[in-house]
């Protein structure tokens, strides 16, 4: 807002809107013979102009210095140039936001955290309602916790913590709790606890005409927000969530191997899968395969390690190196784990989710000889199952995956733009051999703009209950992104 104080600024665009919406009723008026009551209707169903107090919203355009900070994403693979950015600070400016977009006739895209893998949190063309700024948290005499939806996770573990709290989330620190909630949500603690969305006890959130919904209980739209509420239908503001005791300490073990062959890798693999059926539910396992170099991470915070020493001692006995690291006080384990906090170039995205190993035996070889002959590429499988794999869950969420114990992703990562073209090649290489494998079924925050069935993908069977919201919510497609369900 280079040449104007917010109140200016505020006013400039009202007088300008005033003049829009006396132009566009008079016009209206005049072509229609209708009766009174009927131009009446016809006036409501045209935008107005909302009033933009600087206490609620401040809009951005290309010449702002702000907009240039508003439009960095955490993958610098897309460099959008959204024609407006709404910085949200309330409830009300996000109504405000989507009428001023409803006014306009822009599209809404919504931005939390900006981790989207595909950039689903910008865009080129329409508005970008920016919540970032919002960041109120409050606690309940029960120990839920109401959060605004800016909030990333470090800031959430820096509150939940000291009070010996936690949530069942993810662990890198800037991931947005709002875009990873809605998705779903998983980590270290969801074996035991379930998914974020699990957790998620009632939102706020505004529709595609600018209309406030306070949803919980058994609502509908409450239901669609766990799983299915990603940039779909509205504009989620405030979350609810219940929070769980935080236990006294984290542990990890890790064996790598290195130098790897297609063979030894998919020997360590079969390991893998075999021993994380008898892990415990607070435990967490993944499988970091890094071009030629093997990281097994197995994660636990109790006592009961049984069912993990089995897992490390076997995987030991067919790695390179094998350490046990001690137990540690939960913030600062938890900090090891926060990852880069700055906007990096990459390309991630699930590579399926499965029932167990015999899944991917038939396209696994190739997979494997794939990631170790190319340069900077990772496959990772993840365990879920425990207590996300919950049938009270279920009923509550759109979450179609639980009964997978297995996520997998693809991840690469580089330095200069020149290295994108290899890597999104060989990328999409392993992504082809999974997907004439039959692997299928993929986790909407894990998204990936080739999925060709994306929706049934993400959703499952219950896409038709999430269209039905969308018609209900914004039945103009006005909050969309090139993945958004649609009516
Ligand atoms: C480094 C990294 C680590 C990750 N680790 C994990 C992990 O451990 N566990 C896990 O489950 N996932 C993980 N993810 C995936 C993560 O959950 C998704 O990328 C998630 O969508 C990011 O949310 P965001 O708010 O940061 O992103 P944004 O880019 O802001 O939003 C992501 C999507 O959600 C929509 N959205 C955002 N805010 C709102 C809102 N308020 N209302 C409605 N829609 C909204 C956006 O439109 C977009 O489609 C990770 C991602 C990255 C990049």
Not at 39 to 51: D, G, R
Not at 69 to 98: H, M, W
Not at 123 to 134: E, K, P, R
Not at 424 to 437: G, M, T
Request: proline letters at 4%; aromatic letters at 12%.
């Amino acid at each position: 807002m280079s040449n104007y104080n917010r109140r200016d600024f505020a006013k400039l665009v009202v007088l300008g809107g005033i003049g829009y919406t006396v132009f566009s009723c008079t016009d209206a008026s005049k072509k229609s013979k209708s009766t009174p009551t009927e131009t009446e209707k016809e006036k409501e169903a045209i935008p107005t102009m909302p009033e933009l107090l600087p206490e609620n919203i401040k809009l951005y355009q290309k010449a702002d210095a702000e907009y240039q900070e508003l439009t960095v994403r955490f993958n610098k693979r897309f460099q959008q140039s959204p024609t407006y950015i709404a910085q949200c600070f309330t409830t009300q400016g996000v109504v405000d936001a989507v009428k001023f977009a409803n006014f306009k006739d822009l599209k809404v895209v919504v931005k939390s955290g900006g981790h989207s893998f595909e950039g689903f949190s910008s865009t080129n063309d329409g508005l970008v309602v920016d919540v970032s700024a919002m960041k109120k948290m409050e606690w309940k005499p029960d120990h839920s916790l109401i959060v605004e939806t800016g909030c990333i996770l470090k800031e959430l573990y820096n509150e939940m913590l000291p009070k010996q709290r936690i949530l069942p989330s993810g662990s890198c620190a800037t991931v947005g709790i709002a875009g990873l909630t809605l998705g779903g949500g998983y980590g270290f603690f969801s074996r035991k606890y379930g998914l974020t969305c699990d957790s998620l006890q009632s939102i706020t959130l505004v529709d595609g005409k600018g209309n406030i919904h306070h949803e919980s209980g058994t609502s509908a739209i409450l239901k669609a927000c766990k799983g299915g509420g990603n940039g779909n239908f509205g504009i989620v503001t405030k979350m609810k969530f219940r929070t769980y005791q935080a236990p006294n300490f984290f542990q990890a073990y890790r064996c790598k191997a290195y130098k790897l062959t297609t063979e030894r890798a998919k020997e360590l693999l079969q390991t893998w899968f075999r021993y994380t059926k008898n892990l415990p539910n607070t435990a967490f396992a993944a499988f970091v395969l890094n071009g030629k170099t093997l990281t097994v991470l197995i994660t636990n915070y109790s006592s009961d390690n049984k069912g993990v020493l089995d897992m490390y001692n076997a995987l030991k006995a067919i790695s390179d190196k094998a350490t046990i690291g001690s137990k540690r006080p939960l913030a600062r384990a938890l900090q090891t784990f926060y990852g880069v906090q700055h906007p990096i170039y990459f390309k991630n995205a699930c590579a399926g989710l499965y029932k167990d190993f015999t899944q991917i035996e038939g396209c696994i070889d190739d997979v494997i000889s794939k990631v170790i002959s190319s340069r900077g590429l990772i496959y990772q499988v993840n365990t879920l199952g425990g207590n996300i794999n919950s049938a009270a869950a279920e009923k509550r969420s759109v979450f179609p995956h639980r009964s997978y114990p297995y996520l997998s992703e693809l991840q690469s990562y580089w330095d200069k733009p020149s290295q994108e073209a290899s890597r999104l090649a060989a990328f999409k290489e392993v992504q082809d051999r999974f997907y004439k494998h039959g692997i299928r079924a993929h986790y909407r925050n894990y998204p990936d703009i080739n999925f060709k069935d994306f929706e049934t993908s993400y959703y499952g069977k219950y896409l038709p209950e999430l269209k039905q919201i969308k018609k209900q919510l914004d039945p103009d497609n006005r909050i969309q992104h090139p993945q958004s369900i649609t009516v």
